[in-house]
């Protein structure tokens, strides 16, 4: 008797890093659609677990809390364990190397990348990141991309560059390399 595909699919999870303004929510919301896979978001089970919003968390608790905060979230996920899930996280997740086991523990790490002035203009739309509130946000954005690449690098499984793809094209390219890196994995696309 020949297996049912689809219900194999969901024992992948999909991990998204990669810098803000990289994609990472709009690419998990097209790939959770097409799998019909849950989407989590790290950002917003640190709101959910801190009671208030990240800006406010930075301001009164400082970016160590907000670490913390994140390290947990990814701790409680691995722990549950997840299936079937796309799982995007905040950008500098990477930044503390026992997230990073916790990533490749979770499932298939994929990196967006996109040039640096294309992540400042995604930025620049809204003012909700406060790594970015500084007097030179363009340098500070630098600075801190400089600093983080080899880790986004070295944490990751496989690369997407959204600066020349569209988000949906990019879906598509990490669902055709999960698919071939992953023979008995069939999503039933
Ligand atoms: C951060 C990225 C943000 C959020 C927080 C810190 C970072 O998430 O976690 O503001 O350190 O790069 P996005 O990458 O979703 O913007």
Known sequence: MTAP????APALNFVLIGFMGSGKSSIGRILATKL?????????????????????LFAWKGEDVFRDYESYALQCLADRPVRGTVISTGGGIVIRPQNVALLHRLG???????RE??????VSRNKTRP??????????????LTGRAPLYEAAADFTVDTSVHSHTQAADAILAEACRRFPSWNPGL
Do not use: K, W
């Open 108 to 114: 298939f790490v994929v990196l967006l990348t996109a």
């Open 131 to 144: 790594l970015l509130h500084t007097p030179n946000p363009r340098e500070t954005l630098s600075q801190l």
């Open 117 to 122: 002035e294309v992540l400042f203009e995604r």
């Open 5 to 8: 595909s689809h219900p194999a």
């Open 36 to 56: 019909g896979f849950h989407l989590v978001d790290t950002d917003a089970m640190v709101v959910e677990a801190a009671g208030m919003q990240i800006t406010d």
